[in-house]
């Protein structure tokens, strides 16, 4: 609270006329907004930008799981010199160029089940409306003044950098040049008239901001404090529109255009409705992000809301980089895996297992198609597969229903190994959680994989298809295995909606889990083996789904598919 500015404070400032697009209307809060970066549309998506999608995606899902309202926002970022050249490299109007690549996002993310409940592109009048509006703003309260910025700019990362943020390089051609320490792109010294932020006033504000712990995993909050240390230069957040034309102008000075970032950035905003004043302006947020635009979303992004009076985001979830052949994944360097190819060979659930399982927000994960393969058999098709199989088989199951449990049945020797079961079981759901709040979905699905395999362990040991010639305390024990195996696989199903929602669906129906039965508010898991009436007892299974996850084989010439690799290592200084 300490952060927020009244919403009569907010509105006072309002120059734009908002009454001429929203009707008018009571204020509606506004449930929390999960983000993804928007997509810089100088080439087609690949695989990286999936990954933070796919991570939004599942921490928007696991809030439904819960019964939770999210909203996820995602888009496209249109504006700046290297879109400008690159239409202009294909003959292309910039505007026609952003469509068709805008396209090509939204169809990749449609391709993978994204949940997405807004698509924001920076070329919309609705998104240009709220950049005004902030501009303006920062203007009026003097945070935003007219001088020079002598300084070194690199436009492939569409970024200002200091002395201490560049190295000299030598390039393929023996010529020195300088670039940015972090992205490696080459950068040019700019000395031009534009307009500043006053970036500096908000140091401390950011400090204290920091002192909630926004920012996660912890070693990238780190660098955040290490960044805040040091003094903030004020930034300069406009371009001569003589050398950028492509770009929402400066609203009182349209010789200039504003600074992509500023842009880009302000699409959080759009997304929540702003500045519509029949809305609760900016609520809570949470945005993911990876960690090569950390200071853009940790130092910039707060202190352009806190200028506008508005609260800085909730949190931050930073992630690595997928690299291929150890090197970063990147349109520029087109050392890419198209996400595509990828739907059409392991099917969309698999390439959104593979990703959220194997990708780690700490530290940066290779792609090869070998572990690719090597995961989604042993984890989907022979693990969770195999035990949906094995529960639900008619040789095993003939009655095909949830069986009754009977605790009378147990038989002592396999006590303690059943007691070992049921604890794990129960206490899955706070495991996944506590992962999922830590921004590692790569654990909790971890996690789930390990309790199946305890599962299908648990099975094999009391072979139950043995157990059903014998007699009644035999099979009833049979039944009671049944019954804890399905439970167990109703818990994994439900857990696993947010990462696989497809399979997760192939499951719960085929165990004839109603729409109602599918979150974990007020549902229970394993209510018999407690002692508790378990409405599942007796209850017929859904239709027969065939194999859950068919084992993938290799494919001749795998290695090469969707990797168009140029000599990356070579033109990566250039
Ligand atoms: N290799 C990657 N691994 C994980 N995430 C990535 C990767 N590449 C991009 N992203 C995600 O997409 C966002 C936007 O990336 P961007 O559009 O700059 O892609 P890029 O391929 O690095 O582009 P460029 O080569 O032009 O710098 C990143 O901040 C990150 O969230």
């Given at each position: 609270?300490?952060?927020?500015?009244?919403?009569?404070?907010?509105?006072?400032?309002?120059?734009?006329?908002?009454?001429?697009?929203?009707?008018?209307?009571?204020?509606?809060?506004?449930?929390?907004?999960?983000?993804?970066p928007?997509?810089?549309?100088?080439?087609?998506p690949?695989?990286?930008?999936?990954?933070?999608?796919?991570?939004?995606?599942?921490?928007?899902?696991?809030?439904?799981?819960?019964?939770?309202?999210?909203?996820?926002?995602?888009?496209t970022?249109?504006?700046?010199?290297?879109?400008?050249?690159?239409?202009?490299?294909?003959?292309?109007?910039?505007?026609?160029?952003?469509?068709?690549?805008?396209?090509?996002?939204?169809?990749?993310?449609?391709?993978?089940?994204?949940?997405?409940?807004?698509?924001?592109?920076?070329?919309?009048s609705?998104?240009?409306?709220?950049?005004?509006?902030?501009?303006?703003?920062?203007?009026?309260?003097?945070?935003?003044?007219?001088?020079?910025?002598?300084?070194?700019y690199?436009?492939?990362?569409?970024?200002?950098?200091?002395?201490?943020?560049?190295?000299?390089?030598?390039?393929?051609?023996?010529?020195?040049?300088?670039?940015?320490?972090?992205?490696?792109?080459?950068?040019?010294?700019?000395?031009?008239?534009?307009?500043?932020?006053?970036?500096?006033?908000?140091?401390?504000?950011?400090?204290?901001?920091?002192?909630?712990?926004?920012?996660?995993?912890?070693?990238?909050?780190?660098?955040?404090?290490?960044?805040?240390?040091?003094?903030?230069?004020?930034?300069?957040?406009?371009?001569?529109?003589?050398?950028?034309?492509?770009?929402?102008?400066?609203?009182?000075?349209?010789?200039?255009?504003?600074?992509?970032?500023?842009?880009?950035?302000?699409?959080?905003?759009?997304?929540?409705?702003?500045?519509?004043?029949?809305?609760?302006?900016?609520?809570?947020?949470?945005?993911?992000?990876?960690?090569?635009?950390?200071?853009?979303?940790?130092?910039?992004?707060?202190?352009?809301?806190?200028?506008?009076?508005?609260?800085?985001?909730?949190?931050?979830?930073?992630?690595?980089?997928?690299?291929?052949?150890?090197?970063?994944?990147?349109?520029?360097?087109?050392?890419?895996?198209?996400?595509?190819?990828?739907?059409?060979?392991?099917?969309?659930?698999?390439?959104?297992?593979f990703?959220?399982?194997?990708?780690?927000?700490?530290?940066?994960?290779?792609?090869?198609?070998?572990?690719?393969?090597?995961?989604?058999?042993?984890?989907?098709?022979?693990?969770?597969?195999?035990?949906?199989?094995?529960?639900?088989?008619?040789?095993?199951?003939?009655?095909?229903?949830?069986?009754?449990?009977?605790?009378d049945?147990?038989?002592?020797?396999?006590?303690?190994?059943?007691?070992?079961?049921?604890?794990?079981?129960?206490e899955?759901?706070?495991?996944?959680?506590?992962?999922?709040?830590?921004?590692?979905?790569?654990?909790?699905?971890?996690?789930?994989?390990a309790?199946?395999?305890?599962t299908?362990?648990?099975?094999?040991?009391?072979a139950p298809?043995?157990?059903?010639?014998?007699?009644?305390?035999e099979?009833?024990?049979?039944?009671?295995?049944?019954?804890?195996?399905?439970?167990?696989?109703?818990?994994y199903?439900?857990?696993?909606?947010?990462?696989?929602?497809?399979?997760?669906?192939?499951?719960?129906?085929?165990?004839?889990?109603?729409?109602?039965?599918?979150?974990?508010?007020?549902?229970?898991?394993?209510?018999?083996?407690?002692?508790?009436?378990?409405?599942?007892?007796?209850?017929?299974?859904?239709?027969?789904?065939?194999?859950l996850?068919?084992?993938?084989?290799?494919?001749?010439?795998?290695?090469?598919?969707?990797?168009?690799?140029?000599?990356?290592?070579?033109?990566?200084?250039?």
């Open positions: 609270m300490w952060l927020q500015r009244s919403v009569r404070q907010y509105s006072r400032t309002i120059r734009l006329s908002s009454e001429a697009i929203w009707p008018p209307g009571a204020p509606q809060s506004q449930p929390h907004l999960i983000t993804t928007i997509f810089y549309v100088n080439a087609a690949h695989l990286g930008h999936v990954y933070s999608v796919l991570q939004a995606d599942a921490q928007h899902r696991y809030a439904a799981l819960y019964g939770e309202k999210t909203r996820l926002s995602t888009g970022d249109e504006h700046g010199m290297k879109v400008q050249q690159a239409a202009e490299s294909l003959g292309k109007d910039p505007y026609t160029f952003c469509t068709s690549v805008s396209h090509q996002f939204r169809a990749v993310f449609d391709a993978l089940d994204i949940s997405y409940t807004d698509f924001v592109r920076t070329s919309e609705r998104h240009a409306h709220a950049v005004n509006h902030v501009w303006l703003q920062l203007e009026e309260k003097g945070y935003i003044y007219k001088g020079t910025y002598h300084g070194w690199c436009t492939s990362d569409e970024a200002f950098l200091s002395d201490g943020q560049t190295a000299m390089k030598t390039d393929d051609k023996g010529n020195q040049i300088r670039v940015s320490l972090e992205s490696g792109h080459q950068v040019h010294w700019m000395s031009e008239e534009n307009y500043m932020f006053r970036l500096s006033t908000f140091r401390p504000l950011l400090l204290r901001w920091l002192q909630t712990e926004p920012v996660r995993p912890a070693n990238f909050q780190r660098i955040v404090s290490q960044w805040l240390e040091d003094e903030l230069p004020d930034l300069s957040v406009s371009r001569q529109r003589s050398r950028l034309t492509w770009g929402i102008p400066v609203p009182s000075d349209p010789s200039h255009t504003i600074y992509v970032w500023f842009d880009a950035l302000v699409n959080y905003l759009t997304a929540s409705g702003y500045p519509n004043p029949h809305l609760a302006p900016w609520g809570p947020s949470t945005h993911i992000l990876g960690k090569d635009i950390l200071r853009f979303h940790a130092v910039y992004w707060p202190a352009f809301l806190l200028a506008a009076g508005l609260t800085p985001p909730r949190t931050l979830l930073v992630h690595s980089h997928w690299t291929c052949g150890g090197v970063k994944m990147s349109k520029s360097l087109q050392n890419v895996v198209d996400p595509i190819e990828c739907v059409k060979s392991y099917t969309k659930d698999g390439l959104r297992y990703l959220l399982r194997s990708g780690a927000p700490d530290h940066d994960c290779d792609f090869n198609h070998y572990t690719v393969r090597t995961l989604l058999n042993s984890e989907l098709a022979d693990a969770l597969g195999g035990l949906l199989n094995r529960c639900t088989a008619h040789t095993i199951n003939p009655m095909q229903r949830f069986p009754y449990y009977n605790p049945s147990i038989p002592s020797s396999v006590h303690d190994q059943l007691q070992d079961l049921l604890r794990s079981l129960l899955l759901p706070a495991e996944v959680h506590q992962w999922v709040e830590k921004f590692q979905v790569n654990k909790a699905l971890e996690a789930i994989d309790k199946v395999r305890q299908n362990a648990f099975f094999q040991s009391q298809w043995k157990l059903y010639k014998g007699n009644n305390k099979v009833a024990w049979a039944e009671s295995v049944l019954y804890i195996s399905l439970e167990a696989m109703r818990l199903a439900t857990l696993l909606q947010p990462a696989v929602p497809g399979l997760a669906n192939v499951i719960l129906n085929r165990l004839g889990v109603s729409l109602a039965h599918r979150t974990l508010k007020e549902n229970h898991f394993l209510n018999a083996a407690l002692g508790r009436h378990c409405c599942f007892q007796g209850q017929s299974l859904g239709p027969d789904c065939g194999l996850f068919p084992r993938l084989e290799k494919k001749d010439g795998e290695e090469q598919f969707a990797v168009r690799k140029k000599d990356y290592r070579e033109t990566q200084l250039v």
